[in-house]
């Protein structure tokens, strides 16, 4: 049963459209940051992979990854605010999706300051695009907004990942890394 419910959540998210990479047109203030993460499914992919990649690995590793990615996101969401370049933006993102997603889905142990690294660096590529698609005024609450939703958006991966885990076992965590995968791999060939 578990496998057939992971399968068929890799056959969803292997079926989205490439056209989720486009954010357009956001509004200003808390709610518009808060609805950004949650609108582009490459960014909902890899916030939901970091909190999966942390409940496999347990420890320290449930705090320091989302934290990690979410402060890396801000620095970067500045950078882009104030129109400073960081190249390949959206391949990083993407890579990002992939990545993490593989980390789950083979169980990657890397230490943990090389996990975070990791993660941080995807976090500032995401915060990037946060930035540069913000608003020009009121850039303190929609920071605040699309800060919240990611760190959330990585609890729900988390709680996921350790509810899955405790129930049936690290391979259907594998699975959901596998979907992860999928699904960014449809973004780019989608």
Do not use: Y
């Not at 056209?19 to 950004?36: D, K, M, P, R």
């Not at 990649?53 to 705090?63: I, K, P, S, V, Y």
């Not at 930035?131 to 800060?147: I, S, T």
């Not at 992860?180 to 060939?189: A, D, M, Q, R």
Request: neutral net charge.
């Amino acid at each position: 049963m578990a496998i057939r419910s992971s399968l068929l959540l890799s056959a969803v998210l292997a079926a989205l459209p490439a056209a989720v990479l486009a954010h357009e047109g956001h509004g200003s203030g808390f709610l518009a940051g808060a609805g950004h993460p949650i609108g582009g499914t490459d960014h909902l992919l890899a916030m939901l992979a970091v909190g999966l990649w942390a409940a496999m690995l347990g420890g320290r590793a449930l705090w320091v990854l989302p934290l990690a990615f979410v402060t890396a996101m801000l620095a970067g969401g500045g950078m882009g605010h104030a129109g400073l370049p960081l190249p390949g933006v959206e391949p990083m993102i993407l890579a990002s999706v992939i990545l993490v997603g593989v980390a789950a889905a083979l169980a990657l142990r890397l230490p943990l300051g090389w996990a975070a690294l990791g993660v941080a660096a995807f976090g500032l590529f995401h915060g990037h695009a946060h930035g540069m698609e913000g608003p020009q005024d009121g850039l303190a609450l929609f920071a605040a907004g699309f800060a919240l939703a990611t760190l959330a958006l990585h609890m729900a991966g988390l709680g996921i990942g350790l509810a899955l885990n405790a129930l049936a076992g690290r391979g259907v965590l594998r699975m959901l890394g596998l979907g992860t995968v999928l699904g960014g791999l449809s973004l780019i060939f989608g």
